[in-house]
């Protein structure tokens, strides 16, 4: 009896004993998943130069895809799923927005090539007002500057002060400094060089006395 219930025992547990699945199962959904983000990413792909290469490329993967469903192999399969993200990465970097963007159609009006008359006031204002606008286009452009370029700012606060002292008298000397200095490209910090060096002298050596 007892060695009857063992034996039932068993053949309960082997029946309840889940299926070992199939490793090559979940290697190739890994390999549709990656084929179905390439497949999706050239739908939005439009290099005109580039897609009818990348097209005829991805119809040699999806061979090699088609391949792997009906005879698997782990080697093959790895080198094909290198290929196609390989191509996947690709595309994604040629998508994504350049680092340096397009030049914009703002039109930028150098207030230095400006020659107001001291003696008309109508041209005096319209160039103050123009280097107001120089002044806070600049402030905005030195605020991104990196930090390997002079302090920035200072030139600004020199051009509100030259703005400042223009209103209150206006010559073409004056005007003609403060533009310049406003507009003069921006200058790379100057870094002292390091002293050289100088080992420190040998200490006495010590006397023996006798």
């Known amino acids: 009896m007892a060695l009857f219930l063992a034996a039932w025992t068993g053949r309960s547990a082997g029946a309840a004993a889940p299926a070992v699945e199939d490793p090559s199962i979940a290697e190739l959904k890994v390999l549709d998943a990656d084929f179905e983000r390439f497949t999706k990413m050239l739908q939005v792909y439009d290099d005109p130069y580039y897609l009818p290469r990348i097209k005829v490329y991805y119809s040699a993967l999806k061979l090699r895809v088609e391949a792997q469903h009906k005879n698997f192999d ?63 286009r600049e402030e905005a452009r030195a605020k991104a500057l990196p930090t390997i370029h002079e302090d920035p700012l200072a030139k600004i606060a020199r051009a509100k002060q030259g703005r400042a002292e223009l209103a209150q008298q206006f010559t073409k000397e004056k005007w003609v400094a403060v533009t310049k200095d406003l507009e003069a490209p921006p200058r790379v910090a100057w870094v002292p060089k390091p002293p050289r060096y100088v080992p420190p002298p040998a200490p006495p050596s010590a006397s023996t006395s006798p």
């Not at 030049?103 to 123009?130: D, F, Q, R, Y």
């Open 74 to 136: 782990q080697l093959k399969l790895d080198d094909v799923r290198y290929d196609i993200n390989q191509q996947v990465q690709r595309m994604a970097r040629a998508m994504k927005p350049l680092l340096t963007p397009l030049p914009t159609g703002e039109i930028k009006l150098e207030v230095s090539k400006l020659n107001p008359s001291p003696a008309n006031p109508a041209e005096v204002k319209a160039a103050l007002a123009a280097l107001d606008a120089a002044i806070v």
